[in-house]
């Protein structure tokens, strides 16, 4: 009897290529993030936040991108809007999770990484801008 389901060596499959692929964008935002924080980068140019969240929304978007694509070969064809669509949400998912991470921090370490309501705005703002500029651009392979 032949099973049509998803084999966990699909799935690890599926994870190894995507990674390797496509996980050194969002790592380099994370770590020029970290960079950032570590020589207290942000607080000397507040204005450094801004590509930090733009540049966060094209490498996020990629990934998901990049993840949807290759889940093409054991789901098979996903059609080209679905595949902008839910790249695009789970991008708008994760920016909203990076702004928790960043008032959890601020909660438990005084980090002063948000400014206000408005500051969590702009940076969600960017973050979805980056999103939809990578969309705009971006070609199928």
Do not use: C
Not at 90 to 118: C, K, P, R, S
Request: glycine content about 6%; cysteine-free; aromatic content about 18%.
């Amino acid at each position: 009897m032949v099973s049509n389901s998803i084999t966990r060596k699909q799935i690890s499959s599926w994870i190894l290529v995507t990674l390797r692929e496509s996980a050194w964008p969002p790592l380099s935002v994370i770590g020029f993030y970290l960079f950032g924080l570590a020589f207290h980068l942000y607080e000397l140019y507040p204005n450094l936040d801004i590509p930090s969240h733009l540049f966060g929304g094209i490498a996020i978007t990629y990934f998901y991108r990049s993840a949807i694509r290759n889940s093409e070969q054991f789901l098979g064809e996903i059609p080209y809007p679905v595949q902008v669509l839910f790249a695009f949400t789970a991008t708008g998912t994760t920016i909203i999770l990076w702004e928790f991470y960043e008032t959890i921090l601020d909660f438990l370490f005084q980090a002063h990484n948000v400014l206000g309501m408005f500051d969590t705005l702009k940076d969600m703002s960017y973050g979805l801008l980056g999103a939809l500029v990578f969309t705009l651009f971006y070609r199928r392979r």
